[in-house]
């Protein structure tokens, strides 16, 4: 339990951390809007690939914290089953 919660905690340090890499998550239309925007001086081209990047996050993680929750519920735990060592019969 102690590994998974490291785990988990790495995880999410490691991807929280800024990407100072430039990223263009927008369509051919979008684009150009947004450098023609720029050029006039306005800045919403930036926010427009902000918002962008923003939307395109959160299905992933929604999935992963639906993923995190079933494997929480339905993890093998550690039973004993006292079954007899006899054959089983099946016909």
Known sequence: MKSLRIALISF????SLP???EVSAQCS???LNAENSVKNG????KGLNNGI?????????AIAGVGFLWYKKYRRK???LNIKDSKINLN
């Open 12 to 15: 999410i340090l490691i991807f």
């Open 19 to 21: 990407d100072f890499s």
């Open 29 to 31: 239309m979008c684009t």
């Open 42 to 45: 306005n800045t919403e081209g």
């Open 53 to 61: 990047l923003y939307l395109l996050a959160a299905p992933y993680l």
């Open 78 to 80: 550690n039973v004993n």
